[in-house]
């Protein structure tokens, strides 16, 4: 059991060394070999169950320590009640092995697709969603999978590429071959088949103040307060106005509470660039929202409202409803916030309405320097590549960053320093096979593993003693 | 011949080594996120229960003396007016709030009450904003009614 457990937890090392900074999604390969060597032979359920959990840590715990500084007891809780989905995958397949169900080579990288489709449903457990697997492959060739059935294609590609590396090494070395054939033929689909039509492009700057927590959380009740936090959106806005950007999009929440009007210092902020799209809580006759406003030199207008709420935290708000895109200097763009980048189905949503851009507002200043707000960065990234269309994400706090359709990083702002990211970003229409049919993949390796458990409930277990 | 026991150690050392070095970066990033917010905090003179907005000297703040009893009847018959309330949400501002101040009372007057914080001046402190789930935890549920006028 030693063995196997250290081999979890080099599976999780691995792991959280693909989501720092400073790592690769080349390792998630690594880590998923290990924890496929850590559950090959298991036959007690609830061991294997615990091994995979332990492997899933390191994908967990990068994603989520940025909670325990908001609400410290958040992180365990969270933890436990999202490891079960990858221990769900280890006891099945521990049960599935052990009555002859198959190599663990195959058997499990679907049985984690599967139990990772199940687990980031929003209607049951949305929030296990920051911490999927495909989160790890941002940075690879193999989020291009992410285009034809969303999350679970990179979630799969990592996982038989881990298999892959375990079969190389141990054998069959058929087997190996025949996963590293699957991988080839899923990229070989991703690359060809066609992923939109160029709408041309709209130059769009970031602007992140990173200011901190306190005094722009204190900023309603001191005047003096507001105008030193307002002062370098001004600036920051009028730098990239005048480097040409169209439409500048600044964080969740920055602007004052309210309704509808802005006053005082945030006009001249607001007048400083042709268009701006901005967070603010949105004061409503029916409740209180996380909301996006549009300034087009007029007023501002209401784009859309936070729809996946951190639960808890933002128990005050009321959920919004997908909304239509909304249209500003040529782009048709749908405005998403914090959270919402965790979940396909919103981003899809909106594309099949019609929008051509992406853009997402956030504020990960309660995060600190924890790998959180990097991670979160990967959410939108995969989203981007999962709907071809560009993303804009606006994070106060930074990372900011500008993707193109296919995933790929355009401008990146530094994390916890002022700044501008400005770039011209490629609008795009049509749908790829994730946008037209959802996350396929998910529903089938459900229904493959479901049938596998179903046979082989049939067949006497061998003996675990 | 490899001893079986080592070989058994040299695991359950990788196990170790790997799960510390996983929880260690994470408790690295929370560590220093945690010093910088408390830094930042303590700059606008954070103290656990309210930020100073304008630390002005005491006594100052308040044209008219609020005082501090021994207790709490005595705080109440101070004022004729005063009138009690379940919580922070029922406070209309301006009013005169009696708090708790160790083992004696003394008073503070709300100017606004928002979702989560109250502005106060506080003949002590200044002008400042406490954090509504601590002030809960001060406040008596005494309230008095304060003239706008005589706020500073």
Redesign the interface.
């Known amino acids: 059991m030693?063995?196997r457990?250290?081999l979890?937890?080099?599976a999780?090392?691995s792991f959280?060394a693909s989501l720092?900074p400073w790592g690769s999604g080349y390792l998630a390969v690594v880590a998923f070999a290990a924890a496929v060597a850590a559950v090959r032979g298991e036959r007690r359920p609830a061991r294997a169950a615990a091994l995979m959990a332990?492997a899933w840590?390191?994908l967990a715990?990068?994603a989520l320590?940025?909670t325990?500084?908001s609400v410290w007891w958040s992180l365990p809780a969270l933890v436990a009640l999202n490891s079960v989905a990858w221990a769900v995958a280890g006891a099945a397949h521990a049960f599935a092995a052990n009555r002859g169900g198959g190599s663990t080579l195959w058997l499990l990288p679907l049985l984690v697709v599967a139990a990772e489709f199940v687990a980031s449903r929003r209607w049951l457990w949305g929030d296990a969603a920051f911490s999927l697997l495909a989160y790890t492959q941002a940075d690879t060739p193999l989020r291009y999978l992410a285009s034809l059935t969303g999350s679970s294609g990179p979630a799969l590609g990592v996982a038989l590429a881990g298999g892959a590396l375990v079969a190389l090494v141990t054998g069959p070395r058929w087997t190996a071959g025949a996963l590293l054939v699957s991988i080839a033929t899923l990229s070989l689909a991703a690359y060809v088949v066609p992923a939109g039509t160029d709408a041309g492009s709209v130059r769009v700057a970031v602007v992140q103040s990173a200011q901190?927590?306190?005094?722009r959380?204190?900023m309603p009740?001191?005047e003096g307060?507001m105008a030193r936090v307002v002062a370098p959106y001004v600036a920051l806005t009028a730098e990239a106005a005048a480097a040409g950007a169209e439409l500048v999009v600044w964080g969740e929440t920055v602007l004052p509470e309210g309704s509808a009007a802005v006053e005082g210092p945030w006009v001249n902020a607001l007048r400083a660039a042709p268009a701006v799209v901005a967070g603010r809580v949105e004061r409503a006759v029916d409740g209180l929202y996380n909301s996006v406003f549009a300034w087009r030199g007029d007023g501002l207008e209401l784009v859309s409202r936070k729809q996946a709420l951190v639960p808890v935290v933002e128990a005050?708000y009321a959920a919004g409803e997908p909304s239509e895109p909304f249209s500003v200097q040529g782009a048709r763009l749908a405005a998403l916030v914090c959270l919402d980048s965790l979940h396909g189905e919103l981003s899809r949503e909106s594309v099949r309405r019609g929008a051509d851009l992406l853009v997402y507002l956030t504020d990960d200043t309660f995060?600190?320097?924890?790998?959180t707000p990097l991670v979160h960065l990967r959410t939108a990234i995969l989203r981007a590549a999962e709907t071809g269309r560009a993303v804009v994400f606006a994070n106060e706090s930074g990372p900011s960053a500008i993707v193109s359709p296919t995933g790929k990083v355009l401008a990146l702002s530094r994390a916890r320093e002022a700044g501008v990211v400005i770039t011209d970003v490629p609008l795009m229409r049509g749908s790829t096979p994730y946008v037209a049919f959802g996350d396929w993949l998910g529903t089938l390796a459900l229904s493959a593993v479901l049938a596998v458990l179903a046979l082989t409930a049939r067949r006497p277990p061998c003996d675990v003693s | 011949m490899v001893n079986i026991r080592t070989v058994?150690r040299?695991?359950?050392l990788?196990?170790?080594v790997?799960?510390l070095?996983?929880?260690g970066?994470?408790a690295v990033?929370?560590v220093?996120?945690?010093r910088?917010?408390r830094t930042?905090?303590e700059?606008?003179g954070?103290d656990g229960r309210r930020?100073v907005?304008?630390a002005a000297p005491p006594g100052s703040v308040l044209p008219v003396a609020v005082g501090s009893w021994r207790s709490l009847a005595e705080a109440a018959s101070s004022f004729p007016a005063h009138r009690r309330v379940e919580g922070l949400h029922e406070v209309e501002t301006p009013s005169l709030l009696v708090i708790r101040d160790g083992d004696s009372f003394r008073g503070v007057v709300a100017l606004?009450v928002d979702?989560?914080?109250t502005?106060a001046l506080d003949p002590v402190a200044g002008l400042v904003?406490y954090r509504n789930r601590a002030l809960a935890e001060l406040f008596t549920g005494v309230t008095v009614p304060w003239p706008a006028g005589e706020t500073r």
Do not use: M, N
């Open positions: 030693k063995r457990l250290a979890a937890s080099v999780a090392l959280t720092r332990v840590l390191g715990v990068p320590e940025g325990f500084l901190g927590q306190v005094a959380l204190l009740f001191d307060l005050v995060a600190g320097r924890t790998a | 058994t040299f695991y359950g990788v196990a170790v790997s799960l070095t996983v929880l970066f994470s990033g929370i220093t996120s945690r910088e917010a930042e905090a700059a606008f954070f930020y907005l304008d606004h979702r989560t914080f502005k904003l």
